[in-house]
């Protein structure tokens, strides 16, 4: 049987891909932190009490940016696969807070791939880092020829995020070419579902629908309306990363749908899904999104009332303006093909925030 260990198993990925682990029969061993109140809400669906028999999913309290942990649970476990998606990942924060991103997001990923050559797994385990379109920084900043990225195209990070996982990224490319390491880079782009995190424009834009529908929220505040983003399902994007250490060589690859979307599309695809049509009125910051015409009888919202407003509080220092992927080497060398339209992804999260709220 083999065995994996996930960093990062109490995020929206991390719960798909213990999911996809254990239906191919692995021993899906988890790194979650302690945290004062409980933080295994994607997980606990998966949760077996340890005494019974031929358990194989595990939890292990650790961090990543604590090195003997992380040796000691690599030692015990003896993983066949590590999948690296522990981070503070929220973009906007990592302007707040740079110095402790740098640390879980770069140095924790130092953390890993040096924890499995001290143990001298090298030869016997396989890494997959999660590196990320944040790497290239959008069009604005990162002009390119091509209109997309792809696994050639240069890196221009533009958040303490984005510089955090070009470091991640170098390092595990680094082991695999010094070290021989079976160590992949996936650059995924923007993917999302009913289990993102509830600050993600996505999934924030879904919340508010529902509640909006139901009466419960007035507004919703966002910041830039213009970023354009390659979205698409989070469930999809696991795979791609499981295929990744499958493979007979160690490679890097890109991670995306090839199409992008706006955010003030997306609010408008969303609001769709509850009958709602909405007219966007001004520009910047002066910009709000008001009902044109609600056709569901269930969820009436008045003609003319504002449901989005723009808030500069959610500007970024440095924006990533538009990001665009081309999957082809995915497609060609992975066999990988995304499952999910961005028009069912949004049913999905809105019908769930409605079952929810
Ligand atoms: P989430 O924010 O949902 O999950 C992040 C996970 O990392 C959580 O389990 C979190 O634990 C854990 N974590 C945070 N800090 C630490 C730490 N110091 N030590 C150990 N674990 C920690 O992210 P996603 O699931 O969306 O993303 C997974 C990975 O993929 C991340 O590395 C992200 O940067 C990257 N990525 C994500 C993309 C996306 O669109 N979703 C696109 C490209 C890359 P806790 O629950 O305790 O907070
Ligand atoms: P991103 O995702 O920064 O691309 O990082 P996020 O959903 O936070 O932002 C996407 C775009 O929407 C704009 N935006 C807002 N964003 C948030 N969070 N809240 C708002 O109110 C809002 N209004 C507009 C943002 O400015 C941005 O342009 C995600 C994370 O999962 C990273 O970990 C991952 O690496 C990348 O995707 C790929």
Not at 113 to 137: D, F, H
Request: with cysteine.
């Amino acid at each position: 049987m083999k065995k994996a260990l996930i960093t990062g198993v109490t995020g929206q990925d991390g719960s798909y891909l213990a999911e996809l682990l254990l239906e191919k029969g692995y021993e899906v061993h988890g790194i979650k932190r302690r945290s004062s109140s409980f933080n295994t809400q994607r997980i606990d669906h998966l949760y077996v009490d340890l005494h019974e028999e031929n358990v194989r999913f595990k939890l292990h309290y650790g961090d990543l940016t604590d090195s003997t942990n992380i040796i000691r649970i690599i030692q015990e476990v003896q993983p066949d696969e590590i999948y690296n998606l522990g981070a503070m990942s929220h973009v906007k924060v990592s302007f707040d807070m740079p110095e402790y991103v740098a640390n879980v997001d770069a140095v924790g990923t130092l953390r890993l791939l040096e924890a499995i050559r001290i143990l001298g797994l090298t030869e016997k385990t396989k890494i997959y880092q999660a590196s990320t379109s944040e790497l290239y920084g959008g069009m604005a900043a990162n002009k390119n020829a091509k209109g997309f990225y792809d696994e050639s195209s240069p890196f221009y990070p533009r958040s303490p995020y984005g510089a955090a996982k070009i470091y991640g990224y170098w390092i595990t490319r680094n082991y695999r070419e010094a070290y021989g390491m079976f160590a992949c880079n996936g650059i995924l782009f923007n993917h999302e579902s009913p289990r993102r995190g509830e600050t993600f424009v996505t999934r924030k834009i879904t919340m508010a629908v529902a509640r909006i529908a139901k009466g419960k929220q007035e507004c919703l505040y966002l910041g830039n309306l213009n970023a354009q983003r390659d979205w698409g399902h989070a469930k999809d994007y696991v795979e791609a990363m499981w295929l990744m250490l499958q493979q007979e060589k160690p490679d890097d690859y890109v991670v995306a749908t090839g199409k992008t979307t706006s955010v003030r599309d997306f609010v408008r695809m969303a609001f769709a899904e509850v009958g709602v049509e909405l007219d966007f009125v001004g520009e910047n910051e002066k910009e709000i999104a008001i009902v044109r015409s609600s056709s569901n009888p269930q969820y009436q919202l008045e003609p003319g009332k504002v449901v989005v407003k723009v808030d500069p509080e959610y500007f970024r220092p440095t924006e990533v303006d538009l990001l665009i992927g081309d999957p082809s080497k995915a497609k060609r060398v992975l066999g990988w093909e995304p499952k999910y339209t961005l028009e069912e992804m949004v049913k999905e999260m809105v019908q769930s925030d409605l079952n929810n709220c």
